[in-house]
């Protein structure tokens, strides 16, 4: 019979020795909780930043696509701040991936001249099936925070040009002078 007992006692113990090192562990573990070194934290602080300006987003975007000749190729996003993400891909003097630079004031008066346009009713394409010619593609961020996007290649209306020539005239600038808004 004792020796039944200490067996029972034997597995009482041997399975509430592994639940009790668990809790005194995590015990443990929390005292040495340090806090972030300034690196860290300086790091944290970065990705945080990063983080703001992906949610922001870009405020215009602009695309020059492809045709069957020698057309300029590239894309660019551009902020309120003034930040150009710009890649060029064909075709253009600026290849690759860059970051330009326009002045916050030429932003906002690309954006004013939108809003005088009337961008948030121009249709989402403007297009007569021509199958060589590259399109314009161009995204304005709207009060709703959405980011509309028109393209166009051929057929559209003279407001809609007139915008569409004033932007690629001032992109076309950006472009094939490294960042430089004359």
Do not use: H, W
């Amino acid at each position: 019979m004792r020796f039944f007992t200490t067996l029972l006692l034997l597995i009482t113990f041997g399975l509430t020795l592994p639940t009790c090192a668990q809790k005194k562990m995590s015990a443990t573990q929390q005292t040495k909780v340090k806090k972030p070194s300034k690196k860290v934290r300086a790091a944290e602080a970065r990705a945080k930043e990063l983080e703001a300006r992906q949610v922001s987003g870009p405020v215009l975007t602009f695309e020059r696509t492809a045709c069957f000749g020698k057309c300029p190729t590239y894309v660019m996003q551009v902020y309120a701040d003034g930040r150009v993400v710009y890649e060029g891909r064909r075709y253009v003097p600026l290849m690759g991936l860059q970051e330009l630079k326009l002045p916050a004031a030429t932003v906002a008066e690309m954006l004013r001249n939108a809003k005088e346009a009337n961008f948030e009713q121009f249709q989402e394409r403007y297009a007569m099936n021509t199958s060589d010619l590259p399109s314009t593609v161009v995204g304005v961020r709207q009060a709703n925070g959405q980011l509309k996007i028109v393209t166009v290649e051929e057929g559209a209306p003279t407001n809609v040009n007139m915008f569409f020539t004033y932007l690629s005239t001032r992109f076309d600038q950006l472009a094939q002078l490294g960042g430089v808004d004359r």
